[in-house]
T-cell receptor, first 114, second 114 residues
């Protein structure tokens, strides 16, 4: 079954404590991306990756890092979380940026930073 | 500045009637458009898309219309069912610096009343 998995699904943490949200896909997709969803702001892209070892900033990259060491995984790293990073985070994948535009989203990670 | 605008945050429709969700975009170079549906506690799922070479695409109860001169697209759901109650996001395939990335609107929450 084609899947995009995220872990954890829910996380409450404190300001400044480093955390990682994992994203894994089993579809052999080249393109992966992270979004955050906030009330009244819709889905905003944080970072994206066209392929292994290729990452680039989206619209709201400040305070986040990513890595793409292997095709199936695309972790989102918050080195020093702050309360304004409290949000609902989604990982998404698709076959390749140039030839397929339908994105598959993970179930989401709800993060609260106190 | 918003490149994709969904000006109605919410819409309420009676079961069996037509639901019309609207989306406006700013850049005439955008050439591929998608609609996603999102239920609470789930990731967005792809619903339907349209290329700029068409003005209509139909899939069962869902039809997307594209008016390039007005830079406007709409999603029609006929007949509406209670299970269609969800948040609907319009998205466009980015151009130039955002090439290959999807740019999302803020979403419209559809409520279909029995």
């Amino acid at each position: 079954e084609a899947q995009v998995t995220q872990n954890p699904r829910y996380l409450i943490t404190v300001t400044g404590k480093k955390l990682t949200v994992t994203c894994s896909q089993n579809m052999n997709h080249e393109y992966m991306s992270w979004y955050r969803q906030d009330p009244g702001l819709g889905l905003r892209q944080i970072y994206y990756s066209m392929n292994v070892e290729v990452t680039d900033k989206g619209d709201v990259p400040e305070g986040y890092k990513v890595s793409r060491k292997e095709k199936r995984n695309f972790p989102l790293i918050l080195e020093s979380p702050s309360p304004n990073q409290t949000s609902l985070y989604f990982c998404a994948t698709r076959r390749g940026a140039a030839n397929s535009y339908e994105q598959y989203f993970g179930p989401g990670t709800r993060l609260t930073v106190t | 500045d918003q490149q994709v605008k969904q000006n109605s945050p919410s819409l309420s429709v009676q079961e069996g009637r037509i639901s019309i969700l609207n989306c406006d975009y700013t850049n005439s170079m955008f050439d591929y458009f998608l609609w996603y549906k999102k239920y609470p506690a789930e990731g967005p799922t792809f619903l339907i898309s349209i290329s700029s070479i068409k003005d209509k695409n139909e899939d069962g109860r869902f039809t997307v219309f594209l008016n390039k001169s007005a830079k406007h697209l709409s999603l029609h759901i006929v007949p509406s069912q209670p299970g269609d109650s969800a948040v609907y996001f319009c998205a466009v395939l980015g151009y130039g610096g955002s090439q290959g990335n999807l740019i999302f609107g803020k979403g419209t929450k559809l409520s279909v009343k029995p």
